[in-house]
């Protein structure tokens, strides 16, 4: 099992620019979430999914969009790239029990400038 | 809402001493509470869970409470190796919506 993967593990954007995030796992797990971490901060939830085609805002959505045509795949797309967006993005899955455990993947870290 | 709220950092003790992270929750209903940690570079790996009151989660000599009276999920460990040096974060997880505190940075020096 390779768990939860994260492509791109670095990128630099210039404002206004577009990019996708791509999140895969392979453990068949029905939720899958992304979470973004600014220097010396907790997570904080942009979206998430309870399974194929059905997904939904978390705290700070804005500036983001996600899909969910699969269960293997959970992508993260920004469309017009914001300074504020400059940070380290994790996604995470877990099965579908109430106390499940989150499995995270190793994160992006973007810089916009 | 639901949120998380754990003491701030950077803790920094010496090797074998005794560590505790405090960590106090708001949320309705039954939630689950974990310990995470997450080493430089890396993403964060489950460190101990309680799904429900007066559980305790227990993993690699640390521990923690589900203490329902005082909504508090603190961490301890009775003796601190340099290797533990780590971010902690204290999380909830209610209706499979997970709230993280802001994490707790310990330095533990030889």
């Known amino acids: 099992n390779a768990g939860v993967t994260q492509t791109p593990k670095f990128r630099i954007l210039k404002i206004g620019q577009s990019m996708t995030l791509q999140c895969a796992q392979d453990m068949n797990h029905n939720y899958m979430y992304w979470y973004r971490q600014d220097p010396g901060m907790g997570l904080k939830l942009i979206y998430y999914s309870v399974g194929a085609g059905i997904t939904d805002k978390g705290e700070v959505p804005n500036g983001y969009n996600v899909s969910r045509s699969t269960t293997e795949d959970f992508p993260l797309r920004l469309e017009l790239a914001a300074p504020s967006q400059t940070s380290v993005y994790f996604c995470?899955?877990?099965?579908?029990?109430?106390?499940?455990?989150?499995?995270f993947g190793p994160g992006t870290r973007l810089t916009v400038l | 809402g639901d949120s998380v709220t754990q003491m701030e950092g950077p803790v920094t003790l010496s090797e074998e001493a005794f560590l505790t992270i405090n960590c106090t929750y708001t949320?309705?209903?039954?939630?689950?509470l974990f310990w995470y940690v997450q080493y430089p570079g890396e993403g964060l790996q489950l460190l101990l869970k309680?799904?429900?009151?007066?559980d305790k989660g227990s993993n690699k000599g640390f521990e923690a409470t589900y203490r329902k009276e005082t909504t508090s999920f603190h961490l301890e460990k009775g003796s601190v190796q340099v290797s533990d040096s780590a971010v902690y974060f204290c999380a909830l997880n209610n209706f499979n919506k997970f709230y993280f505190g802001s994490g707790t940075k310990l330095n533990v020096k030889p």
């Open positions: 309680a799904t429900k009151a007066d």
């Open positions: 949320a309705t209903g039954y939630p689950s």
């Open positions: 995470a899955s877990k099965a579908g029990g109430p106390t499940d455990t989150q499995y």
